[in-house]
DNA sequence: TATTGTTATACTCTATAACTATA
DNA sequence: TATAGTTATAGAGTATAACAATA
């Protein structure tokens, strides 16, 4: 039986033209670049972005920290678990109220963050190099009216 | 104790610039302003976009269908189900190939995909009503080169 | 041997409820 | 009473392995 590649592709309607759809596809081509960035070092994105706040913000507890990474608290425990476990990141019990922590990276934790800060930078100039002059600010205008307008309502 | 609202916001570095972020966020307010419109009329995304292609290519068997929406063959089964089960699709086994079986809209299915294709095009209309002349163009065009970019080499 | 449809399963991401110990 | 951290759990989306019936 001729495999099913040689028959005609079926109509699909307005689906190809969906904004949406360029949208995702785009969203998912990039994701894909950065991630492979973050796998050669060892890192899923929610650890990376983890390592990259808390490089800036020595101490910070896992609530602010959950509420800038727009993650819900709840899932950030098995992240910092993880990042503990590997000696990247240290939850020091504070003082003056027992119930926080405030997350430090370790040596090992920062040296890794600032990997990860150099391979964001590498990942944008990329994208942004196939966009040409200009082509990074025209679509981050774009897509902001296009957010707008998507929520109006 | 006031609320952590009041302290000043942690420094995010290069993550709020990342191109990634922007994408992010238009694709989200698009996919649930579409999928407002879905839910007002009772179906999920995939069970949407399944009842277009089968509007217009009556009779097509599952492998194609999963291939034309990018989906695993194995998950379109439970999708498949949700719709027989509220009869607006129709699994008809084929004598000719007795393993497959061609997929066919019942009337309420096409009614429905009739609808859904109405929502698609208010949706469209209203995401390109924000970006204003051309700027769906253009934006499909950046998203398309920022597409190449990302998956190069 | 390959293909169609299917079940079972697992992993990621995200979400809610409820507990503990502190404040 | 509210907050910080945690556990358990559940949903949606997506992935692989393996099976039965059929070609």
Do not use: F, W
Request: proline share 5%; hydrophobic share 45%; with cysteine.
């Amino acid at each position: 039986m001729i495999a099913s590649g040689s028959l005609p592709a079926p109509d699909l309607g307005p689906l190809p033209d969906l904004l949406d759809l360029a949208l995702k596809r785009g969203l998912r081509a990039a994701e894909q670049e950065l991630l492979r960035r973050y796998e050669a070092l060892g890192v899923r994105p929610a650890e990376a972005s983890a390592l990259i706040v808390l490089a800036r913000n020595e101490g910070l507890p896992a609530v602010r920290l959950a509420a800038a990474l727009g993650m819900k608290q709840t899932n950030l425990v098995a992240v910092l678990d993880g990042l503990e476990r590997r000696g990247l990141v240290e939850r020091r019990r504070l003082e003056r109220d027992r119930r926080a922590a405030a997350l430090c990276l370790t040596e090992a934790g920062a040296t890794l963050a600032g990997r990860l800060e150099a391979e964001i930078e590498a990942h944008e100039a990329k994208l942004a190099g196939g966009l040409g002059p200009d082509g990074r600010y025209r679509l981050a205008g774009l897509l902001h009216r296009l957010t707008e307008a998507a929520a109006a309502e």
